[in-house]
C-alpha cells in the first residue's frame, strides 16, 4: 500500500490491475527492468477473497503438457531466485507422486516430462510411502523434484521485491472504468491512472473487465472446497516423515482429479481436494450458506477411505477457495485482438500457482512488445471463436 506521505501520481509506464500472485509477478518483473509500474489490487492485502491466499500449492515438475513441463526448470530458478531475493524460504521438497491406471495418456505423459522411468506398483508405493494404498493394477509416477511453494509466504515475497525496486502498490482501489487507447486510462474509487501499457491479471474479476473492453471469454469461476483431514495417528502425513505431495490422474473414483499436501498448514491434518467445484459469482462467494450441498466432500470421503486410510474420512477443517477455469484448462496469456496495448492473463485453471514466475516474465514480455521467450500458442485468445465483440 502506498505510504500515507507519498504524493499520489496519475501516470506511470505499465499499469497491473490485480495483485495475487500473478500480477505481482508480473509487476515483480516490470520493476526490475525499470519499468515505472502501479499494482491495484481492490481488496486490503493480505485478503482471501481470489485464488491466491492460502499456505501452501505443489509445485512440480511433471506436468502432462509438454508446453507446461518445459517451463518449469526456469520457473524453479526464478522460485529460488526470490528466496535468494528476499531471504525467505517459499519451498520445501517432499516429492509427488502421481496415482493413475497404467497406460493411462495423462499419467504416461508425466513420466516422459520427468525423463525417468520410476513408476511404483501399489506395493512398492506402500513399501516406500505407508501413508498410500494403491488399488491392484494401479501404479505412480514419481516426482522427486517436487514440493510445497507457502503460498501466502510467496505473494508477499513478490510484492517486497517489486517495491523495492520502485514499484508502487495500491491496494483498497476497485477498478471501476477503463479507457482503451494510445494510453490506457484506469479509473478507481480512489483515483484516475494513465498510462501506455495496462495488463489485466484480475483473477475470477477478468471476464467483467475484458467485457468493456468487447472480449467475451469464457472463463468460469468455480468455488472450491479446500479440506483437511485429521490423521489418525498424528504424524504420519507430516513433513517430519516422507509423506509426498500426490495428484490422480484419470481414476475412477476422481473424475475431475484429487491432489493432496502433506501435513504443513495445521498439524496433523492433511490437506486433500478435489479439482472441482461449483460455479459463482465472485462478488457473491461469502454468501454461501453453510448448509448448502457440498457434493465433492463425499467424492473426497469415498477416496480417502480407499486410497488413504490412515486419516478419518470426513474433513475436520474446510476453507474456500477460486478457480477461474477455461474450458480446455490453459491459461490466457495474450495482447487483446484490438488494443495490442492491453494484455490479459486469466483462466489459471487452478493449476498456475507454480509457474506464476514464468506467466509474469511472459506478461511483461508481452507488454513491452517483446517477443516471448516461449511458444504462446496454447494461450491465445483466439483460440477461442467469436471472443471479440463491439468495443
Known amino acids: 500500500m502506498a505510504a500515507p506521505s507519498q504524493p499520489q501520481k496519475s501516470t506511470y509506464d505499465v499499469i497491473v490491475i490485480g495483485a495475487g500472485i500473478q500480477g505481482s509477478f508480473t509487476a515483480y518483473h516490470l520493476a526490475q527492468r525499470h519499468k515505472d509500474t502501479l499494482l491495484l489490487e481492490q481488496f486490503l492485502v493480505p485478503h482471501s477473497r481470489g485464488s491466491s491466499h492460502g499456505q ?16 518449469m526448470p526456469e520457473s524453479f530458478r526464478l522460485w529460488q531466485q526470490l528466496e535468494a531475493e528476499t531471504g525467505t524460504t517459499l519451498y520445501r521438497q517432499t516429492g ?33 510411502f505407508p501413508g498410500f494404498r494403491l488399488q491392484a493394477g494401479q501404479v505412480a ?21 517489486f517495491r523495492r525496486h520502485g514499484g508502487t502498490l495500491r491496494d483498497g482501489e476497485k477498478v471501476l472504468h477503463i479507457e482503451p487507447g494510445a494510453t490506457v486510462t484506469v479509473t478507481t474509487t480512489a483515483g484516475v491512472y494513465k498510462a501506455p501499457r495496462l495488463i489485466i491479471t484480475a483473477g475470477p474479476w477478468t471476464g467483467a473487465f475484458v467485457e468493456q473492453l468487447g472480449l467475451h471469454l469464457p472463463l468460469q469461476p468455480l468455488r472450491i472446497d479446500v479440506c483437511y483431514w485429521r490423521e489418525k495417528q498424528p504424524g504420519s502425513a507430516g513433513l517430519g516423515s ?34 472441482h467445484g461449483s460455479p459463482i459469482d465472485p462478488e457473491k462467494r461469502d454468501q454461501i450458506p453453510p448448509s448448502a450441498p457440498r457434493p465433492d466432500i463425499g467424492v473426497l470421503s469415498s477416496f480417502i477411505s480407499t486410497y488413504l486410510p490412515g ?21 490466457i496469456l495474450d495482447r487483446h485482438p484490438k488494443f495490442s496495448n492491453i494484455v490479459i492473463g486469466a483462466g489459471f485453471s487452478g493449476h498456475g500457482f507454480k509457474l506464476a514466475p514464468m506467466v509474469g516474465k511472459l506478461l ?5 512488445g517483446e517477443e516471448p521467450s516461449y511458444d504462446m500458442t496454447h494461450f491465445a485468445i483466439t483460440r477461442f471463436p467469436g471472443v471479440l465483440g463491439a468495443a
Open 56 to 71: 501452501s500449492r505443489i509445485i512440480r515438475s511433471a506436468y502432462p503438457q509438454e508446453y507446461y513441463s518445459r517451463m
Open 311 to 331: 486419516l478419518e474420512t470426513q474433513p475436520a477443517v474446510m476453507e474456500t477457495c477460486l478457480y477461474t477455469n477455461t474450458p480446455d484448462g490453459d491459461f
Open 242 to 275: 516422507v509423506s509426498p505431495c500426490f495428484l490422480t490422474l484419470g481414476l475412477s473414483q476422481a473424475p475431475h482429479g484429487i491432489y493432496g499436501l502433506p501435513s504443513i498448514e495445521y498439524p496433523g491434518l492433511m490437506k486433500v481436494c478435489h479439482h
Open 96 to 128: 509427488l507422486v502421481v496415482l493413475g491406471p497404467p497406460g493411462e495418456p495423462e499419467l504416461e505423459a508425466c513420466r516422459r516430462s520427468m525423463g525417468v522411468d520410476e513408476v511404483l506398483d501399489a506395493a512398492a508405493l506402500a513399501q516406500r
Open 141 to 161: 509416477v514419481l516426482d522427486s523434484t517436487a514440493g510445497v511453494l507457502f503460498a501466502d509466504r510467496a505473494l508477499r515475497a513478490a510484492q517486497e521485491v
Open 364 to 368: 511483461c514480455e508481452l507488454s513491452l
